[in-house]
């Protein structure tokens, strides 16, 4: 979405990656301004898809392009709108569907409801509006919320690498010997 708004070109925007300049555009918009459907709405499972929810942006970003006048690549006039709108639906989308887990595990008995934990890293971790919602859903369902700094949810590395510590504490399927491992990079 941010590619497709050419959110680079913005004067406010110019040296942010596309999450944290949608993210900050957002803050001054108006999400009601555009309603996105929310994506899987017909599965009742824990499943996220975005591609559905991203054609649905660009179908509305082609409609303002022409009802400005102007070309793909300029900035649309409502352009922290469109980032607050497609950032509220990212984020209700996230927030129904881990409550959906959420509530699964409850009812199966497969966390402990006296320490139960959400877990949130990566790149949608650092966006407080996301982590502002799920912080809302865990507190409504007597779950903690566990987050890295904004600074370390840039990289999918550093969550793999705090996964593995935390499963090394608890010596949960780590491995001590390579031996007898292939492998093979790419």
């Not at 649309?76 to 595990?105: E, N, P, W, Y």
């Amino acid at each position: 979405v941010a590619r497709r708004l050419s959110l680079r070109k913005h004067p406010e925007c110019y040296n942010m990656a596309g999450g944290k300049a949608i993210e900050h555009l957002a803050q001054t918009g108006n999400w009601q301004q555009h309603t996105f459907r929310l994506p899987m709405q017909q599965y009742r499972n824990c499943d996220f898809s975005f591609s559905g929810l991203q054609n649905l942006v660009n179908k509305v970003i082609i409609q303002k392009e022409k009802e400005e006048g102007i070309q793909e690549g300029e900035i649309l006039s409502c352009v922290k709108d469109i980032a607050a709108a497609a950032q509220h639906a990212v984020a209700v989308h996230i927030i129904q569907r881990t409550h959906r887990a959420m509530l699964f595990c409850i009812k199966n008995s497969i966390l402990s409801s006296k320490n139960a934990t959400l877990v949130v890293s990566g790149g949608v971790a650092s966006n407080q509006y996301i982590r502002k919602g799920l912080q809302t859903l865990a507190d409504a369902n007597g779950f903690a919320l566990l987050c890295p700094p904004p600074r370390l949810c840039t990289d999918n590395g550093v969550m793999i690498a705090w996964n593995g510590v935390e499963r090394l504490r608890a010596g949960l399927g780590v491995l001590h010997s390579t031996d007898g491992i292939r492998y093979e990079p790419k």
